[in-house]
């Protein structure tokens, strides 16, 4: 019956059903030993916080190195310095956007993280803190995917600078080819031109910048909003093993897009 039906009007026949299977499937108690399950748990969670605050100082308390090469990006403000990038504060969160020169469109994933920078950004600045994004593309190809996207953080273009390739986050045509780059600091096969990141800087007093943190591939997980959510719920990522093979520009999710991908298995079972 289920296949008979056309993907919107099967959708509430789809999520009933599947939600009695995973009934089916998942262990269902009182109340009583649900609350003694939820506390063991919270114990845990509790530990894991405890772990997470030892984990960000150990991350603060990291050596720096100096920056020693005058970086020159381009962005709505013309031509600036990495100095300049920091907007009158000390601190400077750098994500690295996966956008290559010759690319039409940013990167869909890294524009799935970028959903979540508009807002948050006037918070971080009230910790003397800037946050910005850096792409190997020029700035006139950010500048037109950031207006279609509708996002207002800023977004500079390092395609003049060697800023992407000294912080793992653009490869050379070279390490492509063999296969071999310095990636989340190990030599692997990058797999593509462009890669994702957060670099992290520190300006002192006497205008002096130092590099103080860098992390990519699943570290940057924590700054992805959508998925610290998702985390919480019975489903989780409900990925599969696959990645973020649903993941789509805001703007691409068709009506229906989701339901047919992913339960596209449910509408081909004949029981």
């Known amino acids: 019956m ?4 056309g993907t919107a009007a099967a959708l509430p026949l789809l999520k009933a059903h599947i939600g009695v299977r995973m009934a089916d499937h998942h262990k269902v108690v009182s109340h009583d030993q649900w609350l003694d399950a939820r506390k063991s748990l919270l114990a845990k969670e509790k530990q894991f916080t405890r772990l997470r ?9 990291l050596p720096w190195e100096a920056v ?6 381009e962005g709505p403000n013309g031509k600036q310095s990495l100095s300049e990038l920091f907007d009158g504060r000390s601190q400077l969160i750098v994500y ?30 009230q910790r003397d803190v800037t ?48 296969k071999k780059a310095l990636y989340n600091f190990v030599v692997q ?3 593509i031109s462009e890669r994702e990141g957060i670099s992290v800087f520190f300006k002192d007093e006497s205008r002096h910048l130092f590099h103080t943190y860098s992390t990519y591939a699943r570290g ?5 909003t959508a998925y610290n959510y998702l985390d919480l719920v019975p489903k989780g990522r409900d990925e599969q093993g696959r990645g973020q093979y649903w993941v789509r520009r805001h ?13 596209a298995g449910l509408l081909e079972n004949k029981d």
Not at 53 to 61: A, D, K, T, W, Y
């Open 2 to 5: 289920v296949a008979q039906l």
């Open 131 to 178: 946050m910005i994004a850096v792409s190997h593309a020029p700035y006139s190809k950010l500048a037109a995917y950031k207006k279609r996207m509708g996002w207002n953080f800023k977004w500079v273009s390092s395609n003049s600078a060697d800023f992407n390739f000294d912080y793992q986050a653009s490869f050379t045509r070279e390490e492509i080819a063999g």
């Open 96 to 125: 690295h956007f996966m956008f290559g020169p010759g690319w039409d469109a940013g990167c869909e994933h890294c524009s799935f993280w970028a959903d979540s920078f508009n807002e948050v950004i006037v918070h971080l600045n």
């Open 220 to 224: 940057i997980d924590i700054v992805n």
């Open 53 to 61: 605050e030892e984990l960000s100082q150990e991350r603060r308390e």
């Open 251 to 263: 703007d691409e999710y068709a009506a229906g897009l989701a339901t047919k991908t992913i339960y």
């Open 68 to 73: 020693s090469k005058n970086y020159v990006f």
């Open 189 to 191: 096969d990058p797999g």
